[in-house]
């Protein structure tokens, strides 16, 4: 048997602005944006290299939906974004202005920082130390 997680809904308030700052400030690729009606569109972004699972950037559709953007995970980190070089990557978004809320610190599985999207969702920037690639990095 197979599975795996295709897409994970990201709640954005505004398409082209989530575009702009994944693909410009965090160097993702947009890997769709197709129109479906006149107020919703299909949009994915990835990591460059990812292999799995991307983003659905899903604009709000109401005022519930509205009141999780920025805050979809209760105030917890939301995603993680690995690296294969985490000074390359931090260095990249701290010029592309990305708002880091806890700086670079070594712990027993890696390096991380934590840092925030446009909308305040927190993520982990992550180097998994040599010892839990395996696990942790899928090949």
């Not at 920082?113 to 696990?135: I, S």
Request: hydrophobic share 40%; with cysteine.
């Amino acid at each position: 048997m197979y599975q795996r997680i295709a897409h994970i809904a990201l709640v954005v308030k505004d398409y082209d602005d989530a575009i702009k700052f994944y693909t410009e400030k965090l160097c993702f690729v947009l890997r769709e944006d197709t129109k479906i009606d006149d107020d919703k569109r299909w949009v994915v972004v990835s990591p460059p290299g990812a292999k799995e699972c991307c983003l659905l950037l899903a604009k709000a559709a109401n005022e519930e939906q509205a009141r999780s953007i920025g805050n979809q995970t209760g105030g917890r980190v939301f995603l993680f974004l690995f690296t294969d070089d985490f000074w390359r990557d931090y260095n990249n978004m701290v010029a592309n202005d990305i708002h880091f809320v806890r700086p670079p610190a070594d712990h027993p599985y890696g390096q991380v920082a934590v840092f925030e999207d446009l909308y305040g969702n927190q993520w982990d920037l992550l180097q998994p130390n040599e010892h839990n690639k395996g696990w942790i990095m899928a090949s």
